[in-house]
């Protein structure tokens, strides 16, 4: 009775459209009006102040901070000039510059929301005054945007391992293949589409461009490898290298003459609500989570889906369509807050490696910006492209595919996911 109130309540908020802090909120003090702890609220705040009071969740506003700082500084000018450079000559140019551009970006931000918000500015406008459709600029700029939250370092793996109680690096090494495959699967669709479609192209950059804008942004391109690799050598924690990209981002401003004090303090006021919600929400449901662990509902979910099924196949393909369903109406932080504490126990009866499972939530709830009724994506698609909602939507369906093709394939070998990690840091 008590769960269903919980998911009840809450999705009904979600879909009146109440912001996914409140409805968080609102769902789990209902539950506990409800339940045998009615009496005993205090819970609620003591379960939120345990929940942020980690160490492991500094890591969360810094690359935020760093997402944001990258963006005003012009990083993402640089980075674009770069892509295009490189594969703007391509069938469908552009389109395959906006995929280029979002997984060189994704090794600084690590969060899907800076990446169509930042990049998706400069790459629908370029693509617009190139002749490309508006809503196939949007759909291409918000699909490309996935790539983000994989390529580590990344914002939703690092909250995961919290979760899961894994180590950041062996997530962040996880979904560096994942990431790697998304991005050329939606190149390799984007050259499918130039077959039926006319779209424009741009002459060939010579070797001397090339080498000018790699020269122009050869700061901003060494940015990932150097956040990167300061982690897997041991250098810095998870935390100490989003401190890193800070600092490596106001270098690059003050190198590029390019970051004032308005917006230094853009980027920090921008992650400071940013950061603010994502702990309101994190809070929140580690008190759903207690409630739901008193209440035993992973092991009667799990009781449920053994007597179901006991093959390991087909509850992956069960739970593929359980975390499309749920992307499709909660956004993949507070998706991934509730999901894990009620999976983990199932999984593991299963016999399904944590740091896998991991990359199936990460990639299905991401799939979830770009699915309507409540994908995030679309909405800044909206804003940043002007184009109507629905026309973002109808030309975001065809990219379904390479995306859908590539989350199969990362649930049914786990070794695409796995072999890395364990090839660097060994096996666990």
Not at 59 to 72: D, E, R, S
Not at 95 to 103: C, I, K, P
Not at 349 to 370: P, T
Request: with cysteine.
């Amino acid at each position: 009775m008590t769960a269903t109130l919980l998911f009840a309540g809450f999705i009904l908020l979600i879909l009146l459209r109440v912001p996914i802090s409140i409805a968080i909120g609102a769902a789990v003090v209902a539950a506990f009006l409800a339940s045998d702890f009615s009496g005993d609220l205090y819970i609620i705040p003591q379960q939120i102040l345990d929940g942020v009071d980690k160490p492991s969740l500094a890591a969360v506003p810094f690359f935020i901070m760093a997402g944001n700082l990258m963006n005003v500084v012009g990083m993402t000018d640089r980075i674009f000039a770069f892509a295009s450079s490189l594969v703007g000559h391509f069938k469908a140019g552009l389109a395959q510059v906006n995929v280029l551009s979002s997984m060189i970006f994704a090794g600084v931000s690590g969060a899907a929301v800076a990446d169509a918000a930042g990049l998706g500015t400069i790459e629908i406008k370029a693509m617009k005054e190139r002749g490309y459709r508006p809503e196939f600029a949007a759909a291409v700029t918000v699909c490309s945007s996935v790539v983000g939250p994989l390529i580590p370092p990344s914002i939703g793996l690092v909250i995961y391992a919290f979760l899961a109680q894994q180590s950041v690096e062996r997530m962040f090494l996880a979904g560096l293949v994942p990431g790697v495959l998304v991005g050329l699967s939606l190149m390799a669709f984007n050259r499918f589409l130039a077959i039926r479609e006319n779209f424009p192209t741009q002459p060939r950059a010579s070797r001397r461009e090339i080498r000018a804008h790699a020269l122009d942004g050869i700061l901003a391109l060494v940015a990932p490898a150097i956040i990167l690799g300061s982690i897997l050598f041991g250098f810095v924690t998870a935390t100490e290298a989003g401190v890193l990209a800070c600092l490596y981002s106001i270098a690059l401003g003050l190198v590029y003459r390019t970051l004032t004090f308005e917006r230094f303090w853009s980027a920090l006021t921008d992650t400071m609500l940013m950061t603010t919600v994502i702990m309101i929400i994190i809070g929140f449901s580690i008190a759903m989570g207690w409630l739901l662990a008193i209440e035993q509902v992973p092991q009667q979910l799990g009781d449920a889906l053994f007597s179901i099924t006991e093959d390991e196949n087909v509850f992956l393909a069960l739970l593929m369509v359980f975390v499309i369903l749920i992307g499709c109406v909660v956004e993949g932080v507070p998706a991934k807050l509730i999901l894990v504490p009620m999976l983990l126990p199932i999984t593991d009866a299963y016999g399904i490696d944590r740091v896998h499972l991991g990359i199936i939530l990460q990639l299905g709830l991401l799939i979830g910006i770009v699915t309507p009724p409540m994908g995030i994506g679309l909405y800044i698609m909206v804003e940043v492209g002007k184009v109507p909602f629905e026309k973002v939507t109808m030309a975001c369906l065809p990219f379904m595919i390479p995306l859908l093709v590539v989350w199969v394939a990362l649930t049914f070998i786990p070794g695409l996911s796995l072999w890395l990690p364990n090839l660097i840091l060994g096996p666990e």
